[in-house]
């Protein structure tokens, strides 16, 4: 009798599939709470995918993109330079031993390197002037590894601008932005073969950073003039001259020239470099590609300045009349054209002047126009009268 009631119990068991046999024989439902947590932990091999591609989506924005794009295009540049050296004795103070003892020159050959890059399929290359100043051999390195022997074609001393030429084509190359267009606190990229670390791998160095400032003007620096240079934090070092300064829709806005950093010995960054306005150069480029140096204009020998609230009183003028005239050297070309400390410029060429800010447009304009001559309306004792002031 309990014998038939055990049976009974598990028949009815089975039938109800309380009861689980081996695992090959298990009915759909029934997995353990172990097994439904392993399958979840391992989503399917498909979505492992889609996470992969989402991961590496969000890796790729606008400035990886863009250096993607033109670091084939940046190159390092290699140059030995002649450079003379005037070596004096100790006793060529003495006016007696002086005599006996001259002071001599020696010309010496001098390694340096610095950065370019390439703005154009048959091989022109932008650079720094100084990066190639007296050079003797130029080497430009590109980045699949090969070496070119480059030509000088032009250069500005004044701009401190080089355009080199090396023989091929097909060579990748970075479009010219408009510098006009910058917008501080942009993102921008600076490329080049800072410390010669080009030569490790054959590679642009990359740092980014924004647009800090524009319209930094430093004048003349070791015979060169640094106008309207652009500041940015992108960490620019030494061999870092002459390489491009980027947006990030992978258009060069300017060649970076140099820093300030924090100790005269140092040409570590420290956040402040400068570099010269792409639209600066673009201006010359047809003159460099002549196969000449482009000469340092002539200069005018005049300054001016904004006009004060307390000057504009004085004058019985607006503080927006005009720029007022501070300085005019002698025989220059403001000299000739009659120009005074205390004049007023109002206009020139027919341009009305409102401050600094217009005259430094409009010299611009007149460079790149090639004007030999401009017309001034200048304000001087309550009377308005012309003049005319030579640009060459």
């Known amino acids: 009798?309990?014998?038939?009631?055990?049976?009974?119990?598990?028949?009815?068991?089975?039938?109800?599939?309380?009861?689980?046999?081996?695992?090959?024989?298990?009915?759909?439902?029934?997995?353990?709470?172990?097994?439904?947590?392993?399958?979840?932990?391992?989503?399917?091999?498909?979505?492992?995918?889609?996470?992969?591609?989402?991961?590496?989506?969000?890796?790729?924005?606008?400035?990886?993109?863009?250096?993607?794009?033109?670091?084939?295009?940046?190159?390092?540049?290699?140059?030995?330079?002649?450079?003379t050296r005037v070596y004096r004795s100790p006793f060529s103070e003495d006016p007696f031993f002086r005599h006996f003892f001259p002071p001599h020159a020696q010309r010496e050959r001098v390694k340096s390197l610095g950065s370019g890059f390439l703005i154009s399929s048959d091989g022109y290359i932008l650079t720094n002037e100084h990066v190639v100043h007296e050079a003797e051999q130029i080497v430009v390195t590109a980045t699949d590894g090969t070496h070119h022997q480059a030509v000088l074609v032009g250069k500005s001393e004044e701009f401190d601008v080089a355009l080199l030429k090396i023989e091929g084509d097909d060579f990748p190359y970075?479009?010219?932005?408009?510098?006009?267009?910058?917008?501080?606190?942009?993102?921008?990229?600076?490329?080049?073969?800072?410390?010669?670390?080009?030569?490790?791998?054959?590679?642009?160095?990359v740092t980014v950073g924004v647009i800090s400032a524009v319209g930094m003007n430093f004048g003349q620096v070791e015979g060169r003039t640094y106008n309207e240079m652009i500041q940015t934090d992108a960490s620019i070092n030494g061999?870092?001259?002459?390489?491009?300064?980027?947006?990030?829709?992978?258009?060069?806005?300017?060649?970076?020239?140099?820093i300030i950093?924090?100790?005269?010995?140092?040409?570590?960054?420290?956040?402040?470099?400068?570099?010269?306005?792409?639209?600066?150069?673009?201006?010359?480029?047809?003159?460099?590609?002549?196969?000449?140096?482009?000469?340092?204009?002539?200069?005018?020998?005049?300054?001016?300045?904004?006009?004060?609230?307390?000057?504009a009183r004085m004058l019985g003028i607006s503080e927006r009349s005009g720029v007022i005239v501070t300085r005019v050297e002698p025989a220059s070309a403001a000299d000739e054209a009659g120009l005074a400390v205390g004049d007023v410029i109002v206009a020139m060429d027919g341009y009305r002047v409102r401050s600094t800010a217009d005259v430094r447009k409009l010299n611009q304009v007149f460079s790149k126009e090639k004007k030999d001559r401009i017309a001034l309306r200048v304000y001087r004792g309550g009377r308005l009268y012309d003049t005319t002031m030579s640009l060459r």
């Open 1 to 83: 009798m309990k014998f038939r009631f055990f049976l009974l119990i598990g028949w009815i068991l089975l039938s109800t599939g309380s009861v689980q046999c081996s695992g090959q024989n298990r009915t759909p439902g029934t997995e353990s709470l172990s097994g439904l947590l392993d399958s979840a932990a391992r989503p399917p091999e498909h979505d492992q995918r889609l996470l992969q591609d989402e991961v590496f989506q969000s890796r790729q924005n606008a400035i990886t993109r863009a250096v993607s794009d033109i670091s084939p295009a940046v190159v390092g540049i290699n140059v030995t330079q002649v450079r």
């Open 174 to 205: 970075i479009p010219l932005g408009d510098s006009d267009e910058i917008i501080i606190g942009e993102w921008v990229i600076a490329l080049g073969n800072p410390f010669g670390l080009f030569d490790v791998n054959s590679k642009p160095t």
């Open 239 to 258: 061999g870092n001259s002459g390489g491009p300064l980027v947006n990030s829709l992978g258009q060069c806005v300017g060649i970076n020239a140099f």
């Open 261 to 311: 950093s924090g100790s005269q010995f140092s040409s570590t960054s420290v956040g402040i470099g400068f570099a010269i306005p792409i639209n600066r150069v673009k201006r010359i480029l047809p003159d460099l590609k002549q196969i000449r140096d482009v000469e340092r204009p002539v200069t005018i020998g005049l300054a001016v300045d904004n006009i004060n609230w307390l000057v």
